[in-house]
């Protein structure tokens, strides 16, 4: 399974649900056009069944699902890759791992040249963020536009935005040079195959203007 060079990257959010529900939603982040899934979880339960499950979901719907931060679980149920943040371990020791068929994404916030030395290491893609104020992570470093358009004329991965994205400010990021969009509450805070749609419908716009430059 490859990571895509577009679309939207859903990023779960499990916190007081049931097992059955963030399958559910998933699977209606999937219908609405989710192309890649992020498993991310701070107090996992029962973090193998739930992963397990998304899995196959996400394969499913042709779409390959990472962990964040732990390459064990990556291993333990076969995700196709892993994301990992500033404290999560190497990248050539994830490779060796996992394999040389994983997908290998690094959290470089606002910082290119990590993003440069992440692709050197062996990275498939880098992520960049937060842009907005995120619910999600309210602490984490603002990170800046400029940096996107800097990333995209530097590296030849697809680049990720995250941090408070919403259909309604997207379009600024897709214009800077983000590839994907990684997005948790602005899915799952609502319904999330509608919500998803709206993304998709952001993407095709953007798309849709870029071909007529």
Same mark, same amino acid.
Do not use: W
């Given at each position: ?59 499913? /719907? ?136 709206? /993304? ?14």
């Amino acid at each position: 399974m490859k990571f895509p060079h577009r679309g939207l990257y859903a990023i779960t959010q499990p916190d007081h649900k049931s097992i059955g529900q963030v399958l559910q939603d998933v699977e209606a982040a999937l219908k609405g056009g989710a192309t890649a899934i992020q498993y991310r979880d701070k107090n996992p339960l029962n973090a193998e069944q739930l992963a397990g499950q998304l899995l196959k979901i996400c394969h499913a /719907y042709q779409a390959p699902l990472l962990i964040n931060d732990s390459v064990e679980l990556a291993l333990a149920i076969g995700a196709d890759g892993v994301h990992l943040g500033r404290d999560d371990g190497d990248i050539a020791e994830a490779r060796r791992q996992l394999g040389s068929n994983a997908i290998i994404g690094v959290s470089c916030y606002n910082d290119v040249e990590k993003a440069q030395s992440a692709v050197i290491a062996g990275a498939d893609y880098v992520a960049f963020g937060r842009f907005f104020t995120s619910g999600s992570k309210p602490l984490a470093a603002p990170a800046d536009i400029a940096t996107l358009q800097r990333a995209k004329q530097l590296l030849n991965v697809p680049i990720v935005a995250i941090g408070g994205i919403l259909p309604e400010n997207g379009g600024q990021l897709l214009a800077a040079g983000a590839d994907l969009l990684a997005v948790i509450g602005g899915i799952f805070d609502y319904e999330p195959e509608t919500a998803a749609r709206a /993304y998709q419908a952001l993407f095709n716009s953007f798309q849709a203007e870029s071909s007529h430059v």
